[in-house]
C-alpha cells in the first residue's frame, strides 16, 4: 500500500533533550517535507527536499534540521527543543510527474515539549 | 511578502447545496493544491492545479492565472463532506519549486 509513514504518533519531551521525528514513503516520491500546524496560524512549511541530498527551508526553519540521504526517508531533528516548537507535525512527498503531482501526507506527530 | 487568503473562514450549509470556496494569492505561482483535513487530523490532497480546471466526482477546482484565484466547488453536498479545506500555493524559490504557502483553511460544516 503507497503511503507516508511517520513516528511517532505522539511524543512528549523536556526542553533541551533531543529528538527526532522520523518519515519514510514507499512510493519513489523525490519531493518531501516537513510542516507544522498550529491554532490560528495554519500549516507552514518548514524544510523541503527536492531529491536525495537536495533539501531547502521553508518559512520556519528555525530550530530544526532535516537530511535526505536515501529517498524514502527524511527525518526532522530537534536538537535542542523548546516550548514554543510545541505543534503538530506532517510529513509530506509527491512526484510531480505521477499522481498528478498530489501530496501524500503522514499520519501527523503530536509533539509536545514541556 | 507572500500571502495566501482564503474565503470564507466558516461556512454552514444544508445537504445538497452548492459550494463555494475561494483562494487568492498576491504574487504569481507555479501550482495550486486543495487540501481537505477532516476532524481526525489526517490530510488528503484533493487536486494539484497549475491552469484551467480539474473534476473529480462532486469536486471542482479552478483556477485563473491572471486574476490569481482559484476556487473549490462541491456539488450536492453531504455531511460527510464536513472537513476544513486548506488551498496552498507553490512559489518559485530561487529556482526550486518546493516552497509552499499556505492558506489559514476554511471549515465547512454540512447540516443534514
Known amino acids: 500500500e503507497a503511503q507516508v509513514t511517520q513516528n511517532p504518533r505522539y511524543l512528549i519531551t523536556v526542553t533541551g533533550k533531543k529528538l527526532t521525528v522520523t518519515c519514510s514513503q514507499n512510493?519513489?516520491?523525490?519531493?518531501m517535507s516537513w510542516y507544522r500546524q498550529d491554532p490560528g496560524l495554519g500549516l507552514r512549511q518548514i524544510y523541503y527536499s527536492m531529491n536525495v541530498e537536495v533539501t531547502d527551508k521553508g518559512d520556519v526553519p528555525e530550530g530544526y534540521k532535516v537530511s535526505r540521504k536515501e529517498k524514502r526517508n527524511f527525518p526532522l531533528i530537534l536538537e535542542s527543543p523548546s516550548p514554543n516548537q510545541t505543534s503538530l507535525y506532517f510529513c509530506?512527498?509527491?512526484?510531480?510527474?505521477?499522481?498528478?503531482?498530489?501530496?501524500?501526507f503522514g499520519s501527523g506527530t503530536q509533539l509536545s515539549v514541556l | 511578502k507572500n500571502e495566501v487568503e482564503q474565503s470564507p473562514q466558516n461556512l454552514t450549509a444544508q445537504e445538497g447545496e452548492f459550494i463555494t470556496i475561494n483562494c487568492s494569492y498576491s504574487?504569481?505561482?507555479?501550482?495550486l493544491h486543495w487540501l481537505q483535513q477532516h476532524p481526525g487530523g489526517g490530510i488528503v490532497s484533493l487536486f494539484m492545479l497549475s491552469s484551467g480546471k480539474k473534476k473529480h466526482g462532486r469536486l471542482i477546482a479552478t483556477i485563473n492565472i491572471q486574476e490569481k484565484h482559484s476556487s473549490l466547488h462541491i456539488t450536492a453536498s453531504h455531511p460527510r463532506d464536513s472537513a476544513v479545506y486548506i488551498c496552498a500555493a507553490k512559489w518559485w524559490n530561487g529556482g526550486s519549486q518546493g516552497n509552499l504557502i499556505f492558506g489559514k483553511g476554511t471549515k465547512l460544516s454540512v447540516k443534514p
Open positions: 512510493m519513489n516520491h523525490e519531493y
Open positions: 509530506a512527498s509527491s512526484s510531480p510527474d505521477r499522481e498528478r503531482g498530489k501530496l501524500f
Open positions: 504574487v504569481g505561482i507555479s501550482a
